[in-house]
């Protein structure tokens, strides 16, 4: 019997989408939604652009082999099932991710890369200038909206829509080499949403992670709304709760000097762990994942929010109820929630009709835009201003699919728009650590586990040992990691092994050690340029302190309620042979906290060990 031939799940992805695209044709459908197989007016218009042997996912790989990139390889991600298009009154991948894609040469460097031992670098390493992420004055911009009158059709303004932006990508990449740039949005229909929010907005809301705050700031969207249309712009350095309080003044004092039109405001939708206080080094994993809570958000920052909005109406509109609602959530009784129905959540896009120009505060209804890019905590933000669950969330970037809207109160609503990533020059790998980009879709994991692992002690961090096939050679007793030992020992660790060979699973423990620093609990926080020389001035300066007043305050509102752990470690570990060292650990339980706190805790390191 001749041996058989070779059958790939590539093809058998293919074979099952035309089989599948043959029942759909062959099938009488009552549904409103057209098959996949025959798209939209909406989705010709939106793919006008890009070649029809690109513009459609069956059988494409996500990498290209190819050895030069053009404009037009374009990954997607976050690509919905069929289903959703016919269960949902919307199309949830009109607003997907598009990103470039990568050539095959490229990852495998990185691979090989990942191999090679590192050095660590210093603490200055962490420092991050905004001027050397986004070159102010280059063609790394943002596009905008061509003007348009009322005698042009549709039509007319989407061709001219897309051909600016097609104008605007060609110049880019003729400046910059496809190597040298980030990962940015490349999807036109998602920077459309960007122009009518900042069209119909009176305040623009542009939310940060103080974790990276530099990365999320883009000079070329401050200068577009102060400028061009004029308005206001309120930067929110938010989940305050994941950084040290003299981080978070650092950065306020940065953002103040470079860009002085804008208000800045801290946000937290969650508060900080309560034996966390007093620990200042952010690269310390003594940290709990969030306490999940059905009953409130514990949020810091609404009150100095509603102070800078009505710093800017200048009572032009009526706020007081939105005054009156901050002071009903302070004093709330976790037990009552006679509150919860006064927030009117809108899921459709909002309808509006376009005017010529803009008129501030349309009806006597202030408008705040949401923007910034995808998993900064947008639609966090609004469920901790509303007090309650609004609209859904998730760690996975792009979650927002579409327009949202909510009338806080009957004159103030907030208008949610799908995050989006600006073009910039700052290393891939450290967008992938920010959440940028989906942790399930990252091809090549390793350099980002590199990137983190040069600027915080990963190995000391997780009580890394060397991997078993190591402990043989004497030579391996002082050893220089690499990206790929420190994921093939913590796949050891964690006893996450493939299914066939039983070896250890080093991707799936990329991913995992991935997703515990997107959540904060192996934590990187990028500087300001000069911190590091100036770290004494900023921990004692005054605004660290009032900053880690409203951490704690927060924490003792976690503290005092029902759904707070206990103080015993609610977490066990996997791997008994980490028992000795969880018990030298726990000798030395008592950390030195800034002035007289003490932070007393078992192993804060075996708090990694119990996530999956």
Known sequence: MPRKKPYSNKQKKRQLQEKRARKQEGSEDDSDYPPRSQPTQQDRTRLASIPDHQSSDAGESDTDTSETLSITDIRKVNQQPDECL?????????????????????????????????????????????????KPGTALDMPKRPSWNYKMSKEQVEQQEEKMFMQYVERIYAEFKATELSYFELNLETWRQLWRVLEISDI??????????????????????????????????NKIDLAPPSLVAAWKDYFSECFPKAHLVYFSSYAKDPRERGLL????????????????????????????????????????????????????????????????????????????????FRNKILTIGCVGVPNVGKSSLMNGLVGRKVVSVSKTPG??????????????????????VFPSLVDKPLQVLAGIFPVAQVQEPYSAIGFLAQRIPMPIILHLKLPSYMDAKPEAKIIDWSAFDICEAWAEKRNFKTAKAARNDV???????????????????MRPPGYTKRKAFWESHPDTKQIAILQNLGADKVESGDDVASTSDPFSSCSSNDEEGDKADRSSSETEATGSERVISRNPYSLLEGDE
């Open 507 to 525: 991707y799936r423990a990329a991913n995992n050690l991935l997703r515990l620093a997107q959540e904060g609990r192996l934590r990187m926080c």
């Open 399 to 420: 979650h927002t699919k579409h327009f949202q809207t909510i009338f806080l109160t009957g004159n103030v609503r907030l208008v949610d728009c799908p995050g989006l």
């Open 281 to 360: 080094d952010p690269n310390k994993v003594f940290y709990k994942k969030r306490p999940r809570t059905k009953k409130k958000f514990i949020t810091i920052g609404p009150k100095k929010l509603y102070e800078a909005c009505e710093e800017i109406v200048q009572g032009n509109v009526d706020l007081d109820d939105w005054k009156n609602r901050i002071q009903v959530q302070n004093e709330f009784d976790e037990n009552d929630e006679t509150h919860e129905d006064e927030a009117v959540v809108l899921d459709e896009p909002l309808t509006f009709e376009p005017t010529e120009q803009h008129v501030r």
């Open 86 to 134: 016919k269960l949902k009154k919307y199309d949830p991948n009109r607003y997907r991710l598009h990103f470039q894609r990568e050539s095959k040469q490229v990852i495998d460097d990185r691979k090989e890369q990942s191999r090679k031992p590192f050095k660590p670098l210093p603490e200055s390493a962490l420092e991050l200038s905004i001027d050397d992420i986004y």
């Open 204 to 237: 623009i809301l542009l939310i940060t992670d103080i974790r990276f705050p530099a990365l999320h700031f883009s000079p070329a969207l401050y200068n577009y709304v102060t400028k061009e249309p004029n308005k206001d712009i309120i930067l929110v350095l």
